[in-house]
């Protein structure tokens, strides 16, 4: 299955969240979206896992993926920076196999010695494993559904 979110979508995204919940926060999750499936073999759909975050911080700073696989806190990936929007930096990484994809998360942002983090409200932002496609954003028409959570849905049409 194909991603729903390209670039123009997250940056609309990106500054539609900076107008209206992004302070007090100084990073923020922006978007995910990703495929998790059933391990069965023969499976014609490809599994991935993106995740965007964004911040005011100078581009030199390090956004980190702080995360936990069965409960064990062991990943921490960098973030790549992938566009620039006026005062706002946006932020990407991305899972290519089921194998590396976290179950629960928080994104973290290190300037000097302090670290600031966008955990959810203190709850870790979670995916539930074989969910199938999930996503936080999804384009409706001309508009673009923001959901508060990450969840599983069916973009497929109806016939």
Known sequence: MDSLLNDDIIRILALRKAKVDFKPLRVRLL?????WGNPLSGRAEEDFF???AMTFQ???SDVMLQAA???????YRPFE???AVETMYIY?????????????????LNIGNEAFYDNNKGRNFRVKPYSQYFTTAAP?????????DIR???PYPLF
């Open 92 to 108: 990407r990484i991305r899972f290519d196999g089921p194998w590396e994809y976290p179950d629960e998360f928080v994104v973290r």
């Open 50 to 52: 993106t995740i965007w």
């Open 58 to 60: 100078e581009e030199s």
């Open 140 to 148: 409706a028409g001309a508009y673009i559904l923001d959901f508060k």
């Open 152 to 154: 599983s849905i069916n």
């Open 81 to 83: 920076l992938t566009d």
């Open 69 to 75: 696989r069965s409960g064990n806190w062991n990943i």
């Open 31 to 35: 978007a995910t979206e990703g495929h």
